[in-house]
């Protein structure tokens, strides 16, 4: 999938052909603008997020509440978050919890993690009264009145006011009541689009042109054009011709058109299942199911039947159930109309020509089946993810008997196509349904199913497992569906199998946030400590939020696309850059002659290394140019892509680093148990939602160029630029307004890609934008480290942890960027909240062959803390004692010394571990879960609470010194800046907040513009939670200078106001300007010695998580997260409880879903959100409790504040042990080994894998293989 931030919403006239209950009038549909072809809206009204709402104008309360809620952070999500709603709101002004979630499960968001926004969303909703009832009782859940649980007010919301919308554009109305449809014809440059409007006409067309695709909604054709190079000169678009519209119920069944779109056939079958006896239905259900989690919303509205059908895809959902089912497709071509049974199409995989070139697809008839159809999907996310394996399964008994007549077994995502186990299906007749005959299947079915072996995605052994656990689950099905026919007969299944039978469904979640409420005494004008509204939430919210790529083009401005090295290690032969030169727009290509050192000359030492760049004058034209460009490459060896590789090569980055403390090895001769393990983490994606941006514009004297860019760390940038550019640094002026997303991604990378975009400015003297592309982003600009920790464990039978011996081998990958210094990280930050008397860690960081990694939320700490939280949990395993007791009684107690030998005080991270118990009543939640997992034997819940001490500090005073400049007008009017960055964390928020108690003036006052070098010279980057704690003081300096110059003037006019004062003091030529300097935090660190002073303060926190697994598919389910966090005192509650959550669900993303895949050349597989996953909707627990620990002080940073930024992203592993929680039930009622080891990510494929039984058996042949990851 395309992920955009720009969808809007389609307002035209459906006037079909139904049967069934669908209104005719006007309708409204949410799109991917990405994926939309311009002239298929002929005829049709589009509205954009502006469109919707603007400041200028009205804002629509649907942007009023997102942004109220605090539903926007970096905001670039936000437009795509407001059509989806917008859409629904026209479709339904009062919907219920279930229509709005699922119009939010195409859309996605890396900031949030969701709950603000769907808090917006509710207040829309018509509450059940038992949603209600429930949101009271979680209301009621214990706080005090010194506390607050509101982070906004509804009353202050304007009303939805439907009469109030834009009505359906008159013009079109007429156009469409009195125009005659003709066929419409497009030409662009290279392209056709031509609309015919008869069936006569298509046929005509495509006898014509039979290798031109018909294009309905794009979802097909649009991903392999811009992607994969296909094109195509002439493409046809049948969705104006009438009989492909067609709806009908027969006496039979259903005929719905192919151009029908697959949200027009989820209402008919929903009206069909309700009108129609059930008996003749069942097939209508398991259709539905699938089209439930089928894409978005956006895809389905504009996706058709006809292409899911006709595309054949392996990871087709329908045609599965539908080739199942028995479906007919009706064809057309110049030589008359045929039908054909769907499972023809494919019967010979996808190349059989069942279907001509010429033909087209009219309808399909999905007839009417008895009882036993169903359908089965896992996918690497529950909704809006391709499936890994889809099912369609169909029986048919003798009459009154459980003897099989006939059956019909059909999967996608085994091959490179549906494939149907005919064989295993013929076989079976005449068996009778038992587990004799559930064995045979199974057997039969996994060796008729052969799944290549060159699967990229290399899930081969888990399809595997699936395809026999979807059989087994039919089976059950059926066997609980035969007990309702004759329950003497059959009596059904055992009631603890029963749960498997339901799929875990996406619900509305409920959540509460917790906060300490300002003093009685604060003055109301004085904002610190309140929820106030992020600064650009509004402007977020209507789309006039300005991003790199929104700056309108410059004249003459050029486009750039980079050409990447295909190889992972390679000497380059030659560059031949001749036919890119010929391309049409093309000005010119920057290679390494122009930018040594940024770009490669003579060697790439990893694919996706920027070799050349392309100038052109559209970004379509740079990217066609791109792709001529050749390449000749010599292979060099060794190649070294893994840690193991770096390991047996010994390819290191130095220093490598080690702490130690005790004696370890005496330590390990007195204790009871030792155990050694070995725990892999895999990397993640930075996936910000704008992707790298520059535009560099040369001012054309001097050498000066404004550089535009999306960056942490402008001043570096500003470097970066000076040295390519062979200029002084006074010659760049970088600016940056707001980022859209960074989560540390946006440094090192960031500067490289504005060298390059500099250069070819000053080569060719005009404005250069160059914006990565999604794919080329993922490629090129690395992410967080995988890991590997190696462990050996002492300790005690009552649990107390005596010696701990770890090595850390982080994967830098090809440079060194920041590699060493997150190993260092990650050895300073290893002990968590514990003691460890003893204690010896090792980390190096490897040389490898892949994109460099690089800074990633929490650096290095969210993977040596998993390693130490994972043998915590072994501790736990070897001595039957539960994980809680043990993490408690090795905990810090009292004023200890970390293993560097800094002093810390852990009382409040006690304190935080005993309310978290409390507000997530864990035990009594613990008791239950037993209960539940005692009568549900395929369906298990696991709980976990984790503790957590996130030090904070940026090691070197040096490093987080920072400055502000603020002027104040003579109408009164205040200027802030400073050197932070606006990443959507609120800095500039929180920086107004700060001049505003400071000057004593309201928020209105005071306005931020933009960071600039200009302005705010040499400032560090905006990182390690620290933008708020450095800036703020330095705001707060420069605000307190002013203030000291006016104190004169209001001594002697104390009634008087601001502007008052203000006159006066430029009257008296007192200077209305001022810098504001924090020198930083003191900070060492001697690593000869091991020990130093590197953080400033500690934040603790800890989170409590429960889940339920499916131990036949290992899907799971969040049910329920409970964090306590220690933040100080809050400067804004609305935005850091957003950063707690937003960096929470990142890190189940991290630990339970982002997968990167490489292949064994080192190209990276994952390069879109269509492969690799985040948490989107669907993933975050049903319920969400946030509290900010009360009375906590922080003598260290602003206002007693902490920065917290990065520290919620590690309490995500409290769901990585909730799975492990459960899958240890799995695994202890079953009989089998009590240790094991779980890899992060712990996907639903290794969940699967660890709950073995005799289909996983089956399958890997043994109790667990290596693949699995069985110890
Ligand atoms: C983000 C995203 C998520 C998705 N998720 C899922 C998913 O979870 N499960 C799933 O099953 N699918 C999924 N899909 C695939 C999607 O369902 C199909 O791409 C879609 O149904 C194709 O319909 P279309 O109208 O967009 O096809 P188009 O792209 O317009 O056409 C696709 C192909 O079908 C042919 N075609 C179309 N209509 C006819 C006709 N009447 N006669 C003959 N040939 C025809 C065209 O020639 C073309 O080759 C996803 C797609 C995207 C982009
Ligand atoms: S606010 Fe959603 S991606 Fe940033």
Not at 1199 to 1208: F, H, R, V
Request: hydrophobic share 40%.
């Amino acid at each position: 999938m395309i992920y955009i931030y720009f969808f809007f919403t389609l307002e035209f006239l459906w006037i079909r052909n139904l049967n069934f209950s669908l209104s005719v009038g006007d309708l409204h549909y949410s799109a991917n603008a990405c994926l939309l072809p311009i002239c298929s809206l002929y005829g049709m009204a589009v509205t954009t997020v502006e469109g919707v709402g603007s400041t200028r104008t009205r804002i629509h309360p649907v942007q009023e509440r997102l942004a109220k809620c605090h539903g926007s952070q970096c905001g670039f999500c936000t437009p795509g978050m407001v059509m989806s709603i917008y859409t629904l709101l026209r479709n339904h002004p009062e919907p219920t919890y279930e229509q709005m979630t699922a119009a939010l499960a195409g859309n996605l968001c890396r900031c949030t993690g969701y709950r603000p926004i769907l808090d917006a969303c509710k207040t829309f909703c018509k509450v059940r009264t038992s949603d209600y009832r429930r949101e009271k009782i979680l209301v009621l859940f214990s706080f005090s009145f010194k506390e607050s649980a509101r982070l906004f007010s509804p009353d202050e919301f304007q009303p939805l006011d439907p009469t109030q919308e834009f009505i359906f554009p008159p013009e079109l109305m007429r156009m469409a009541e009195n125009q005659p449809k003709r066929t419409l014809v497009f030409h662009g440059e290279r392209m056709m689009w031509i609309s015919p409007v008869t069936l006569d006409e298509l046929q005509d067309l495509k006898a014509a042109h039979p290798k031109a695709p018909l294009v309905v909604g794009n979802t097909g054709v649009g991903p392999d054009m811009k992607f994969r190079g296909v094109f195509h000169p002439i493409v046809i678009a049948p969705a104006r011709i009438p009989d492909l519209n067609v709806v009908k119920c027969m006496s039979d069944g259903l005929t719905i058109g192919a151009a029908c779109s697959l949200s027009l056939m989820k209402d008919v079958l929903r009206n069909a299942i309700l009108e129609l006896p059930e008996e003749k239905t069942k097939i209508f259900y398991a259709v539905l199911q699938q089209l439930r989690t089928l894409g978005g919303e956006q895809i389905r509205n504009v996706a058709s039947l006809g292409g899911n059908i006709i595309s054949r895809k392996s990871t087709s959902d329908l045609n599965p159930i539908l080739a199942a089912g028995n479906c007919m497709l009706n064809l057309a071509s110049q030589g008359g109309k045929r039908w054909i049974p769907l499972s023809d199409i494919f019967a010979n995989g996808v190349g059989n020509n069942a279907i001509m070139p010429e033909e087209v697809l009219v309808s399909v008839h999905i007839p009417h089946s008895r009882k036993y159809i169903s359908a089965f999907r896992q996918a690497p996310r529950r909704e809006n993810a391709l499936p890994i394996i889809s099912a369609g399964m169909r029986v048919l008994f003798e009459e009154g008997t459980d003897k099989i007549k006939d059956l019909s077994i059909f999967y996608g995502g085994a091959a490179s196509t549906t494939v149907c186990a005919k064989q295993a299906c013929q076989t079976l007749i005449g068996r009778y349904w038992n587990e004799q005959m559930l064995d045979e299947a199974s057997r039969l079915i996994l060796n008729e199913i052969i799944l290549p072996n060159s699967a990229s995605d290399g899930k081969i052994e888990y399809k595997k497992i699936l395809i026999v656990s979807f059989f087994y689950k039919f089976f059950l099905e059926v066997l609980q569906s035969l007990k309702t026919m004759d329950p003497c007969r059959y009596p059904g299944i055992p009631m603890e199998y029963e749960s498997v039978l339901e799929n875990f469904q996406t619900k509305m979640p409920q959540s509460i946030q917790i906060y300490q409420n300002v003093e009685l005494s604060q003055s109301p004008q004085d904002p610190v400590g309140r929820p106030i509204m992020h600064q650009s939430g509004i402007k977020h919210a209507t789309g006039e939020a300005v991003y790199i790529d929104d700056i309108p083009s410059v004249d003459g401005e050029l486009f750039l696309s980079v050409v990447t090295s295909s190889r992972a290690h390679a000497k380059i032969v030659s560059v031949d850059t001749s036919e890119a030169l010929k391309e049409p727009g093309v000005f010119d290509i920057i290679t390494a002659n122009d930018v040594p050192y940024m770009i490669c000359i003579s060697q790439v030492i990893c694919v996706g290394q920027i070799v050349c760049a392309v100038a052109a004058d559209s970004y379509a034209h740079a990217k066609q140019a791109a792709a001529k460009v050749k390449i000749e490459y010599e292979a060099l060896e060794p190649v070294i892509l893994t840690i193991e590789d770096a390991i047996r090569h010994n390819s290191f980055f130095e220093p490598k680093r080690k702490l130690e403390r005790g004696d370890v090895d005496k330590a390990f001769e007195t204790v009871d148990h030792i155990l050694e393990g070995e725990i892999h983490i895999g990397g993640q994606e930075h996936f910000y939602m704008e992707t790298q941006s520059v535009l560099v514009v040369p001012k054309g004297e001097d050498k000066e160029m404004d550089v535009f860019v999306s960056t942490q760390h402008p001043a570096f940038i500003q470097e970066m630029v000076a040295a390519s550019l062979g200029v002084p640094a006074n010659r760049i002026m970088c600016h940056v307004k707001r980022v859209g997303g960074a989560f540390g991604g946006k440094l090192l990378k960031a500067g490289l890609l504005a060298s390059v975009a500099s250069v070819a400015a000053n080569k060719t003297n005009r404005a250069v934008r160059l914006i990565l592309s999604r794919g080329d982003d993922m490629l090129i600009t690395g992410g967080r480290h995988p890991f590997i920790g190696k462990y050996k464990v002492g300790f005690m039978n009552d649990g107390r942890i005596r010696a701990v011996d770890v090595k850390y081998y982080i994967n830098g990958g090809c440079t060194p960027d920041e590699s060493v210094l997150v190993a260092e990280v990650s050895l300073l930050k290893m002990d968590n909240a514990y003691k460890i008397p003893n204690l010896r860690c090792w980390a190096c960081a490897c040389k490898t062959n892949l994109p460099s990694n690089t800074a990633f939320r929490g650096f290095g700490f969210p993977q040596s803390g998993l390693v130490t939280e994972t043998w915590i949990t072994e501790v736990a395993e070897k001595t039957g004692l539960s994980p809680e007791k043990v993490r408690e009684m090795n905990m810090y107690k009292e004023d200890e010394q970390t293993h560097f030998k800094q002093k810390l005080d852990p009382q409040n991270l006690i304190r935080c571990w005993n309310e978290c118990m409390e507000k997530s009543a864990y035990y009594s939640r613990k008791t239950a879960i037993e209960e539940f997992n005692k009568q549900n034997y395929w369906k298990k819940k696991g709980i976990a609470i984790v503790p957590m001490k996130f030090p904070f500090g940026l090691g070197s005073r040096y490093l987080s010194q920072a400055a502000a400049l603020v002027h104040i007008y003579t109408d009164g009017s205040v200027l802030l800046t400073h050197g932070g960055i606006e990443l959507g964390q609120g800095i500039h928020t929180k920086m107004i907040q700060v001049a505003s108690r400071e000057l004593n003036i309201p928020m209105s006052y005071i306005h931020f513009c933009e960071t600039s070098t200009t302005t705010v010279p040499n400032a560090c980057a905006s990182v390690g939670s620290a933008g708020t704690d450095v800036n703020g003081m330095a705001v707060k300096d420069a605000c307190q200078t002013l203030l000291k110059r006016l104190q004169p003037i209001i001594n002697e006019n104390p009634k008087g106001n601001w502007n008052d004062w203000i006159k006066e003091a430029f009257e008296q030529s007192v200077s209305l300007s001022a810098t504001g300097y924090f020198r930083g935090y003191d900070a060492d660190m001697d690593w000869e010695k091991g020990e130093g002073q590197p953080f400033t303060y500690f934040l603790y926190g800890t989170a409590c998580s429960e889940v339920e697994i499916n131990c036949l598919t290992g899907d799971h389910k969040n049910l329920r997260t409970d964090i306590v966090m220690d933040i100080g005192c809050s400067i804004n509650p609305a935005v850091d409880i957003g950063q707690i959550e937003g960096a929470f669900v990142q890190g189940i993303g991290l630990y339970t879903m982002e997968e990167l895949k490489y292949s064994p050349e080192g190209v990276l597989h994952t390069r879109g959100p269509d492969q690799y996953k985040i948490p989107a909707v669907c993933d975050i627990p049903e319920q969400f409790n946030v509290s900010l620990l009360s009375s906590s002080q922080n003598p260290y940073a602003i206002y007693s504040s902490k920065g917290l930024g990065e520290a919620g992203l590690f309490l995500g592993c409290s769901v990585f042990f909730a799975l492990r929680d459960a899958i240890t039930c799995v695994r202890n009622e079953r009989g089998l080994k009590k240790t094991f080891a779980l890899n992060s990510p712990l996907t639903a494929e290794q969940i699967r894998a660890a709950c073995t039984d005799d289909f996983t058996k089956m399958v890997i042949g043994r109790w667990g293989s290596d693949l699995f990851n069985y110890v």
